[in-house]
């Protein structure tokens, strides 16, 4: 079993930037894919990045890429989400999730996920 939470969410004016973390407990993350994923009111859950689990791939959603840049410490069983540039449609609720295979965390399948942190972007 992976317990995962998320930290690092907030308010935040267009074209700031937040950080968010996930702290894992429990089992090593080192042995699955890590995936940010975000649920909005009204919207459809969307796969916003995920990585290896070396870290050596990463995926990222169009409408995030060039702006969002996802990372790991395996020895802190951590990982990050650096979101920079972030627009009024960035607002949601972001979860961190772990899968276990890089092919199926692009694909939406996860085997542990937190309970998210609400980022709230202004215009």
């Known amino acids: 079993q992976v317990h995962l939470v998320e930290s690092g969410g907030g308010l935040v004016q267009a074209g700031g930037s937040l950080r968010l973390s996930c702290a894992a407990s429990?089992?090593?993350?080192?042995?699955?894919?890590m995936v940010w994923f975000r649920q909005a009111p009204g919207k459809e859950r969307e796969t916003v990045s995920s990585?290896?689990?070396?870290?050596?791939?990463?995926y990222y959603s169009d409408s995030v890429k060039g702006r969002f840049t996802i990372s790991r410490e395996n020895a802190r069983n951590t990982v990050y989400l650096q979101m920079n540039n972030l627009k009024p449609e960035d607002t949601a609720v972001y979860y961190c999730?772990?899968?276990?295979?890089?092919?199926?965390?692009?694909?939406?399948?996860?085997?542990?996920w937190g309970q998210g942190t609400q980022v709230t972007v202004s215009s």
């Open positions: 990585i290896s689990w070396a870290g050596v791939s990463t």
């Open positions: 999730a772990a899968a276990i295979s890089f092919e199926t965390s692009k694909a939406g399948q996860y085997e542990y």
């Open positions: 429990g089992r090593t993350i080192s042995a699955y894919a």
